[in-house]
């Protein structure tokens, strides 16, 4: 067990905490919607206030959800899936309109040398973001950075787990009772105890409803009664991501980072003990002081438990009940692992396999012939081989996409570099063969081009994707693999319809040349780009830029294949 | 490593779940409104984008009494795809006075205008009913569910029932379980109730007593908030008889689970007590979790207990205020589950044990899932060589094509091989099969594309092979035909997951070649499928062969006409995938037997052109090919 302050482990100095939630606190009577003040130890600190009218809560959708634009954040996605995270829609506004103010637009932040990036500290907030907002801030190792502290019995960290449209009624008046710019603020005599313990109930309802429904899932129900019942009901998108610390009220403080025990906890740790408390438990959800609770709890000594992924909890003692559904996410981050450390045993057997076809390759070249076009006409029982080769390592590959499809490894494993490249090289060399395939069987005429949607397999399209987000190129850039099926599909129309076509594949060709990234196979004289390139009309080859590239490269191959038999000899 | 389980008990978890929707105390609201407002009828009401059906608990109980207790056949009743439920005529029974009910109801111009307007709305329908309105409303869904596997993007249907009576026998559970309807069905049952568990004891003995009870239940039930009328009430030494009674036929099912039972449980069992739920879906766990709450009842809560409905669910869709006690804190979760979900239906170290029982040996559904996966790229070698042998046959000199030469095939080595290829996948996609039926896999494994283009191509490849061996065994003169009695239910049901695939915009053509006919026929065929897009090509061949040698022996000539239709049909059917060129170049060798039969029939129709005129209209079209 690692011990340690809550300053330590986040790296962000107590006081510096209390400053930031008493400037959280003042922002709200800003008029800007930020303030900005220097702390202890020269940290800044901007602290945002919330809205207080319904009207920015509004939506059409039951839960209020908007795709995140990914031009502000282009790393909030999944990458193979290339799913957007949701966010909520009202505070998304809210956010775009503090970016939008002069004053801010001032403001510089360079990150220089060793400092830490910047941080964030929450004190109540609603969620934001769905879970693939929290697979994204994982997969970044962004997690670490945002520090959400969270009252046991606070309402608002909750609400956005129910429809807006079910709290509508109440929400007005639980709005004005929360605002410090109000005069009904924390009024008793201007909340009624039954819209207090209505809003509470159906918060906590819906609580419930997301935390038994990820919790069956997480257990592995395989009962398809739960698949069943969630098409009945609409259940809240929102999940929360980085580091909860609840404040239990009496000092002590619980600290956790996994998502789907926060998610639990949330539901948990605010039940009422039993009916007859609820109108007490409601009443105490609106009134939570972050203030003095992180005074009492923060400086001094501090009580602090850490629910870590690998160690037994002693929740019951703290007056929290989730501790068997815990052991169980805990179970559940070892089954994540676990699935990883099964994907990651097959690496040797790519690895050879993938050797073989590199070998196949090679000799191919030694026949004068692209491996692209000798797979093609499958003419050796060599090529069936390979043939059965390709398959092996397509289903290999396939798993682990089908298994990131449904988020079963851990959020970090697209931005593992050894996967990345082992990806890479797989993409490189078994692609060609996988288009070749495609047109040897014609199933253009099936199903359309293989570069149409859906046409080309997904375990290309992912290991490409996690290159270009691992180097942050363009996306589309790294797109050479594809360079068969484009001449496949330009050489099966007329010159004249695709002139643009091929003058755009052509410089394509001479840039990934220059790159190393296309394999210059492509030019031996019988190869089907070759062969169809030297139809072009005479006019066009003279003016290419591919023009002597040919003789160029089919020389280099001549010269390296006397090299190596005379190394032979 | 081999015998790991599942590491979690989720029935109480489950069962927190439904609690929290809106779902149960809705359809029970509507079922009481049933019970006092349509005595033998139904209400329907549309919350929140779904529709509630509720059938009346009040029902005929005279109308019950000659079939009750006594099994029907199913068949006939439901438009079933026969295929799905094997030798559904003789096996799948239901309650005979029940089915009775839910006919008289069925053929109601009001019922049918409702099921056409859900029909037509393609929106989420619950069906419930209390009592004996729980029996029709599954009779109801159970029929939907038919109807509806003929439709593509069908509208969820769910029944929830409060204290029904079973309503059906083993094979009924079975094929629901196949079907993977079980999850459609969810029966609230409270600990002591009597009516769920009286169909384990036959009715005779007991028809005075039940007819009274029945009654006085009705009168109570039919009457605004549940008064009861204490004229009516059975004595207590009559509910003592039926208590025990009842009791005995339980016990004994629940000790001797499998036999001799004529009404098993099916879909999930929601078992209620005032403090919580579980939802379980395993049926021997079921029987004894009926026998285990029931026997620590009495006579007379056993027939209250029926009528307790309103605040079992009062309280279900309230749990989420009570805090779970806790000594729950136990290190192993499963054993955490386990106690939690026995106190959740109070009733001690007996439920505790059964719902053990009722955990799933065997690995976690996802890596049971993954482990196939391994399974299925190392099978696929053999696939591979079963493709390479196609294509050495349909260029060998012979000319037989691949469905031929298979048949026809000698004693090579190389025969040999793809003879064991063929068998190996077979048994690889059908201990697929099996563990999904028995619940391993993951819930929607049918539904991913993998394993549905995998099966796909596994089908189009292997089939002709099946069929060529059916017929070069000989066993159509022993069974009959092979589409009628020979077609192994793997690929019936390969072609149902292909039916129902969701439009995937991804066909992973790479890794099965999976061709879809369908989908871009636009584009006409320049060349052969790779494969014959119908997998059961052949096998219509064969049959074909067959009229076409009985045509020329055949005397009677209402036979003659007959048999000439078929033969029309099938050349039609035939000629139109050639055209379209979804036949894979095998077909068309020279010496196939599809261009075998196609020459036979030409000779045959030059012979019988002088015949031409005793049958007028079959032969005038042209019919050379």
């Known amino acids: 067990m690692m011990e340690g302050s809550v300053g330590d482990r986040s790296g962000i100095n107590e006081s510096v905490i209390i400053k930031a939630c008493f400037l959280a606190v003042k922002s709200h009577k800003s008029a800007v919607g930020y303030i900005k003040e220097t702390g202890t130890d020269e940290t800044v600190i901007f602290a945002f206030s919330g809205s207080w009218s319904v009207q920015d809560f509004y939506t059409s959708k039951p839960f209020?959800?908007?795709?995140?634009?990914?031009?502000?954040?282009?790393?909030?996605?999944?990458?193979?899936?290339?799913?957007?995270?949701?966010?909520?829609?009202?505070?998304?506004?809210?956010?775009?309109?503090?970016?939008?103010?002069?004053?801010?637009?001032?403001?510089?932040?360079?990150?220089?040398?060793?400092?830490?990036?910047?941080?964030?500290?929450?004190?109540g907030s609603p969620l934001v973001g769905d879970r693939i907002f929290t697979h994204a801030l994982n997969r970044e190792n962004w997690a670490r950075f945002?520090?959400?502290?969270?009252?046991?019995?606070?309402?608002?960290?909750?609400?956005?787990?129910?429809?807006?449209?079910?709290?509508?009624?109440?929400?007005?008046?639980?709005?004005?009772?929360?605002?410090?710019?109000?005069?009904?603020?924390?009024?008793?005599?201007?909340?009624?105890?039954?819209?207090?313990?209505?809003?509470?109930?159906?918060?906590?309802?819906?609580?419930?409803?997301?935390?038994?429904?990820?919790?069956?899932?997480?257990?592995?129900?395989?009962?398809?009664?739960?698949?069943?019942?969630?098409?009945?009901?609409?259940?809240?998108?929102?999940?929360?991501?980085?580091?909860?610390?609840?404040?239990?009220?009496?000092?002590?403080?619980?600290?956790?980072?996994?998502?789907?025990?926060?998610?639990?906890?949330?539901?948990?740790?605010?039940?009422?003990?039993?009916?007859?408390?609820?109108?007490?438990?409601?009443?105490?959800?609106?009134?939570?002081?972050?203030?003095?609770?992180?005074?009492?709890?923060?400086?001094?000594?501090?009580?602090?438990?850490?629910?870590?992924?690998?160690?037994?909890?002693?929740?019951?003692?703290?007056?929290?009940?989730?501790?068997?559904?815990?052991t169980a996410l805990t179970d559940l981050g070892l089954q994540k692992l676990e699935n990883e450390r099964m994907i990651d045993s097959n690496i040797p057997i790519i690895e050879k396999t993938q050797d073989l076809?590199?070998?196949?390759?090679?000799?191919?070249?030694?026949?004068?012939?692209?491996?692209?076009?000798?797979?093609?006409?499958?003419?050796?029982?060599?090529?069936?081989?390979?043939?059965?080769?390709?398959?092996?390592?397509?289903?290999?590959w396939d798993e682990i996409v089908e298994m990131l499809k449904r988020y079963e490894l851990p959020d970090g494993f697209e931005s593992r570099k050894d996967w990345i490249e082992l990806g890479t090289k797989f993409r490189k060399l078994v692609e060609p063969l996988d288009i070749a395939n495609y047109y040897r069987h014609s199933k253009d005429e099936d199903t359309g081009t293989y570069l149409r949607d859906g046409g080309r397999p997904k375990r290309y399209k992912f290991t490409q994707r996690w290159r270009e987000h691992a180097l942050r190129l363009k996306e589309g850039s790294s797109s050479e693999t594809t360079?068969?099926?484009?001449?496949?599909?330009?050489?099966?129309?007329?010159?004249?319809?695709?002139?643009?076509?091929?003058?755009?594949?052509?410089?394509?060709?001479?840039?990934?040349?220059?790159?190393?990234?296309?394999e210059k196979d492509v030019f031996l004289e019988k190869s089907t780009f070759a062969e169809w390139w030297k139809t072009l009309p005479e006019r066009h080859r003279s003016e290419s830029c591919l023009k002597g590239f040919n003789q160029k490269y089919l020389y280099n191959i001549q010269a390296r294949l006397l090299d190596s038999s005379k190394n032979y000899q | 490593m081999e015998a790991e389980a599942s590491s979690f008990e989720t029935s109480e978890m489950l069962a927190r779940f439904l609690g929290s929707t809106p779902l149960l105390p809705e359809s029970w609201n509507l079922c009481g409104r049933s019970n006092v407002m349509a005595p033998q009828s139904f209400l329907t009401d549309e919350v929140g984008g779904v529709t509630y059906v509720a059938f009346s608990g009040v029902q005929s109980v005279d109308g019950l009494d000659p079939f009750c207790g006594n099994l029907v056949p199913l068949a006939g009743v439901f438009p079933v795809d026969a295929g799905m439920f094997p030798a559904l005529e003789d096996t799948v029974m239901v309650d005979a006075g029940l089915l009775h009910l839910f006919w008289t109801i069925f053929h109601t111009p009001v019922f049918q205008n409702q099921m056409f307007e859900i029909k037509k709305k393609q929106k989420p329908v619950v069906f419930t009913g209390h009592s004996i309105g729980g029996a029709i409303a599954a009779l109801s869904s159970l029929w939907l569910l038919s109807y509806l596997q003929s439709i593509s993007s069908p509208p969820t249907v769910i029944c929830f029932t409060f204290g029904s009576p079973m309503i059906g026998n083993?094979?009924?559970?079975?094929?629901?379980?196949?079907?993977?309807?079980?999850?459609?069905?969810?029966?609230?049952?409270?600990?002591?109730?009597?009516?769920?568990?009286?169909?384990?004891?036959?009715?005779?003995?007991?028809?005075?007593?039940?007819?009274?009870?029945?009654?006085?239940?009705?009168?109570?039930?039919?009457?605004?908030?549940?008064?009861?009328?204490?004229?009516?009430?059975?004595?207590?030494?009559?509910?003592?008889?039926?208590?025990?009674?009842?009791?005995?036929?339980?016990?004994?099912?629940?000790?001797?689970p499998g036999t001799n039972l004529s009404f098993v449980p099916f879909g999930n069992f929601m078992f209620c007590s005032s403090d919580g739920a579980v939802c379980v879906d395993d049926a021997t766990a079921i029987v004894r979790m009926l026998y285990l709450t029931f026997a620590s009842g009495s006579p007379s809560s056993c027939i209250d207990d029926h009528l307790e409905y309103e605040s079992y669910v009062g309280k279900i869709s309230l749990q989420f205020l009570n805090r779970t006690e806790e000594e729950i804190c136990e290190s192993n979760t499963y054993e955490a589950g386990v106690t939690l979900a026995s106190q959740s239906i109070s009733s001690g170290h007996m439920a505790k044990d059964c719902l053990k029982m009722a955990r799933r040996i065997g690995r976690t559904p996802n890596l049971n899932s993954a482990n196939l996966a391994i399974g299925l790229s190392k099978i696929t070698p053999f696939r591979a060589q079963i493709e390479w042998y196609k294509e050495s046959c349909d260029q060998s000199d012979d000319q037989l094509g691949y469905y031929d030469s298979f048949k026809l095939r000698g004693a090579s080595k190389r025969d040999f091989k793809v003879f064991m290829n063929r068998?190996?996948?077979?048994?690889?996609?059908?201990?697929?099969?099996?563990?999904?039926?028995?619940?391993?896999?993951?819930?929607?494994?049918?539904?991913?594309?993998?394993?549905?283009?995998?099966?796909?191509?596994?089908?189009?490849?292997?089939?002709?092979?099946?069929?060529?061996?059916?017929?070069?065994?000989?066993?159509?003169?022993?069974?009959?035909h092979y589409m009628k009695q020979g077609r192994?239910?793997?690929?019936?049901?390969?072609?149902?997951?292909?039916?129902?695939?969701?439009?995937?915009?991804?066909?992973?053509?790479?890794?099965?070649?999976?061709?879809?006919?369908?989908?871009?026929?636009?584009?006409?065929?320049?060349?052969?499928?790779?494969?014959?897009?119908?997998?059961c090509f052949w096998a219509k061949l064969e049959e074909a062969r067959e009229w076409v040698e009985k045509v020329s022996s055949e005397s009677d000539p209402r036979h003659v006409v007959a048999l000439w239709a078929s033969i029309e049909k099938f050349e039609q059917y035939a000629r139109g995938l050639v055209d379209r060129k979804e036949v894979s170049i095998d077909v068309l060798a020279k010496n196939s037997s599809y261009t075998i039969w196609v020459e036979e029939l030409r000779v045959l129709k030059l012979h019988s052109q002088h015949f031409s005129t005793q049958i007028p209209g079959i032969l005038d079209r042209k019919v050379v090919p």
């Not at chain 1, 959800?65 to 506004?93: Q, R």
């Not at chain 1, 093609?376 to 090529?383: F, I, L, N």
Request: net charge neutral; aromatic share 12%.
């Open chain 1, 64 to 123: 209020g959800e908007t795709k995140i634009d990914v031009s502000l954040f282009p790393s909030i996605k999944s990458i193979g899936n290339n799913e957007l995270a949701m966010i909520y829609h009202g505070f998304f506004c809210r956010f775009q309109s503090v970016l939008q103010n002069p004053s801010f637009q001032n403001e510089k932040y360079t990150r220089s040398g060793n400092r830490p990036p910047c941080k964030c500290v929450t004190f």
């Open chain 1, 146 to 326: 945002f520090l959400h502290f969270v009252g046991r019995h606070d309402i608002v960290p909750r609400i956005t787990l129910a429809p807006f449209s079910s709290i509508r009624n109440e929400f007005h008046h639980i709005l004005d009772f929360l605002n410090p710019n109000s005069r009904n603020f924390q009024k008793s005599s201007s909340l009624t105890s039954q819209d207090a313990s209505a809003f509470f109930n159906k918060v906590l309802k819906n609580a419930s409803s997301v935390a038994s429904h990820d919790a069956c899932n997480l257990m592995g129900s395989t009962n398809s009664l739960l698949e069943i019942i969630s098409s009945f009901v609409e259940l809240s998108p929102y999940r929360p991501s980085g580091t909860y610390i609840f404040c239990t009220g009496n000092g002590k403080m619980v600290h956790i980072s996994n998502p789907n025990s926060v998610l639990q906890i949330l539901f948990y740790s605010c039940q009422p003990d039993d009916e007859s408390q609820v109108i007490n438990t409601a009443k105490r959800s609106l009134c939570m002081d972050y203030i003095n609770e992180l005074n009492d709890s923060l400086l001094g000594m501090q009580d602090v438990v850490y629910l870590d992924d690998k160690m037994e909890i002693p929740l019951s003692s703290n007056g929290y009940d989730a501790a068997s559904i815990n």
């Open chain 1, 357 to 396: 076809i590199a070998k196949y390759k090679q000799t191919c070249e030694d026949r004068r012939i692209g491996y692209y076009d000798a797979f093609k006409m499958q003419k050796d029982s060599e090529d069936f081989r390979e043939n059965v080769r390709r398959l092996e390592l397509a289903g290999k």
């Open chain 1, 483 to 518: 360079f068969w099926a484009k001449v496949e599909q330009i050489r099966r129309k007329p010159f004249e319809e695709t002139k643009e076509q091929i003058v755009a594949l052509e410089k394509e060709v001479h840039e990934w040349v220059q790159k190393n990234e296309l």
């Open chain 2, 170 to 256: 083993e094979p009924l559970s079975r094929a629901i379980q196949r079907q993977r309807w079980g999850g459609n069905f969810c029966h609230l049952v409270s600990k002591f109730d009597i009516l769920p568990r009286l169909l384990f004891a036959p009715l005779a003995p007991i028809t005075t007593h039940l007819h009274n009870l029945l009654k006085s239940w009705h009168l109570t039930m039919n009457s605004p908030f549940f008064f009861q009328d204490p004229g009516n009430q059975l004595g207590d030494h009559e509910k003592s008889e039926l208590f025990h009674f009842v009791l005995g036929y339980v016990e004994a099912t629940a000790r001797s």
């Open chain 2, 423 to 480: 068998i190996k996948l077979g048994e690889f996609w059908n201990s697929v099969i099996d563990m999904l039926e028995k619940n391993q896999l993951p819930h929607d494994f049918h539904k991913r594309a993998k394993w549905v283009n995998a099966s796909q191509f596994y089908k189009l490849l292997v089939e002709p092979l099946d069929i060529a061996e059916y017929y070069r065994s000989g066993e159509h003169r022993k069974k009959g």
């Open chain 2, 488 to 535: 192994p239910r793997r690929y019936k049901i390969f072609d149902k997951w292909w039916r129902e695939r969701e439009a995937f915009r991804e066909n992973d053509n790479d890794n099965n070649s999976v061709s879809i006919s369908g989908s871009g026929s636009n584009n006409r065929r320049s060349k052969f499928a790779s494969l014959t897009q119908d997998s």
